[in-house]
């Protein structure tokens, strides 16, 4: 284990303080715009589909992904809740109470990340088996649903606030 932490480069430590920064501060209330609603996941899924291996079967880890990012934004629509969620005064932007999910998100889409960047530095050979493309890009989708489901539920509630208001 201590390999692992020796032979991590000093930027994913830094990348590591980020996610926890943001997860810790998801604890308290939070401010979401309409552009931050769109352009986040839209962030988060590129960065996804960049990093999924294609290896020698680009058919299966990219449908391996996309059934992952398919789950994971069903099960955020589960997860999270409306309750408490406020149109902010103007109008403009959302009020959202703080929860912990964002934390454990946040800390699984990290470690998805390093675990599959890990996996290929290591074990280069097997970087491109099938069983590392469909669970690399499954796990990748999955995290990246996670974001993305909470994002389109929370635009869609916004949505509606809009038009009562």
Known sequence: M??????????VYAVFALVCYYGLRALSTTRESRRSLLLTPVILLVWS??????????????GAWASGAALG???AMLL????????ESGGEALL???TLKILGISLLFFAVKYWIGYQSAVHPEHASSIQMLGISGAAAGFTVGLFCGRALKLYRHFLQLQLKA
Not at 2 to 7: A, E, K, S, T, Y
Not at 49 to 62: E, K
Request: charged share 5%; proline share 8%; hydrophobic share 55%.
């Open 96 to 98: 959202v109470p703080g």
């Open 80 to 87: 999270f809740s409306n309750a408490g969620v406020l149109l």
């Open 73 to 75: 934004s069903l099960l």
């Open 2 to 11: 201590l390999d692992i932490l020796q032979g991590t480069p000093l930027w």
């Open 49 to 62: 589909l960049c990093s999924v291996s294609l290896g020698d079967y680009p058919w299966l880890a990219l």
